[in-house]
C-alpha cells in the first residue's frame, strides 16, 4: 500500500474553518440553520463546524446526527454486521435550513441515503451539504455546496479522513496500490 498525506491537522483545522465562513456567507440568517452529521466522521466534523460558528456569530446551531444504515441502497449485500449509532434529531427540520455535514463525498449514495432519513424528521426550506474532501466518482446526482478540498482520484485510489475524536489523528491521505 502507498500513502501520501494531502492535509496535516492544521490544514484540516483551517479547512473546517473555511468552511464555517461559507456557510455562514451563504446562509445570511444562521439562526435558520441546523447542522446534522452523518455517523462516523461527519459527526465530530459538524461538531467543530458548530464551535467555529459559534465563535464567528455568537449565535449557537443546533446539531444533529444520522444514521444511513438501514437507509443505504447495498444494506442486503453487504457482508459485515452494521454498526447502528442511531439518529438524534431533537428539533424539527421545518423550514430550516439544513446543513448535512459529512467527511467524503465519493458516489453520492451516502448522501441520498442520508436524506431519505431526513425527510422522515420534517420538511427543510433547503438541504446543503458540506463535505472535507469530494473525491468525485459520481452514482447520482448529488453535489457539495461546501468542499473543503477536492481530490479527483482514479481506480484503485482511496480517500481516508482521520478525526481525532474517532482516530486519535487529524489527516487526510491518499492510499493506492495493492494491499
Not at 84 to 90: D, F, L, S
Amino acid at each position: 500500500m502507498n500513502q501520501k498525506q494531502l492535509l496535516d491537522g492544521k490544514r484540516l483545522a483551517q479547512t473546517i474553518t473555511r468552511i464555517s465562513h461559507e456557510i455562514i456567507e451563504k446562509n445570511t440568517t444562521p439562526k435558520d440553520v441546523v447542522l446534522i452529521g452523518i455517523h462516523r466522521r461527519g459527526v465530530p466534523i459538524a461538531i467543530r463546524i458548530q464551535n467555529q460558528i459559534n465563535s464567528i456569530t455568537q449565535i449557537e446551531i443546533p446539531i444533529g446526527t444520522v444514521d444511513i444504515t438501514f437507509h443505504r441502497d447495498d444494506f442486503r449485500e453487504r457482508l459485515v454486521i452494521p454498526q447502528i449509532r442511531g439518529t438524534e434529531i431533537p428539533f424539527t427540520l421545518d423550514g430550516k435550513i439544513v446543513v448535512l455535514v459529512d467527511d467524503v463525498l465519493f458516489t453520492g449514495r451516502t448522501i441520498r441515503a442520508a436524506m431519505d432519513v431526513l425527510n422522515a424528521f420534517g420538511r427543510a426550506s433547503a438541504i446543503q451539504l458540506a463535505v472535507l474532501v469530494d473525491r468525485g466518482h459520481r452514482e447520482v446526482p448529488i453535489r457539495a455546496d461546501f468542499v473543503g478540498k477536492n481530490i479527483p482520484t482514479h481506480e484503485g485510489e482511496h480517500v481516508s479522513v482521520l478525526i481525532q475524536e474517532v482516530d486519535d489523528k487529524d489527516a487526510v491521505i491518499l492510499i493506492w496500490g495493492d494491499e
